[in-house]
């Protein structure tokens, strides 16, 4: 069972960086696609990032050029650094790991408030 743990989200002005962490643990033998996504109050989940397991790596129009997501395989851990942050940025973020033989699972969230 997959198990995992973001951190970093905090509370900053509009302009500032932010580095969002999300380390995982209980992959046995599949390889996931690693992502976040993020919510905001009111608003549906949405998709922000990933790294699929061919390395490719896909942003949301909204965060492209502002946002950079990578990974560190050797201690199972998938960061997302947020710069240029905007009000809009604001909301809940989400690790999510997905893989067509062994399911997908969510971490628990950690929140993100930009204030203009």
């Known amino acids: 069972h997959v198990h995992l743990v973001e951190s970093g989200g905090a509370s900053v002005m509009a302009g500032g960086s932010l580095k969002l962490s999300c380390t995982g643990s209980?992959?046995?033998?599949?390889?996931?696609?690693m992502s976040w996504w993020r919510q905001a109050p009111g608003k549906e989940r949405e998709f922000v990032s990933e790294?699929?397991?061919?390395?490719?790596?896909t942003y949301a129009d909204s965060v492209n050029e502002r946002f950079v997501i990578y990974q560190d395989s050797a201690k199972n851990a998938l960061y997302l650094q947020m710069n240029s942050l905007e009000p809009d940025d604001t909301a809940v973020y989400y690790c999510?790991?997905?893989?067509?033989?062994?399911?997908?699972?969510w971490g628990q969230g950690t929140q993100v408030t930009v204030s203009s």
């Open positions: 999510k790991v997905d893989s067509y033989r062994c399911g997908y699972y």
């Open positions: 209980g992959y046995g033998p599949c390889t996931y696609n």
């Open positions: 790294i699929d397991i061919d390395g490719v790596i």
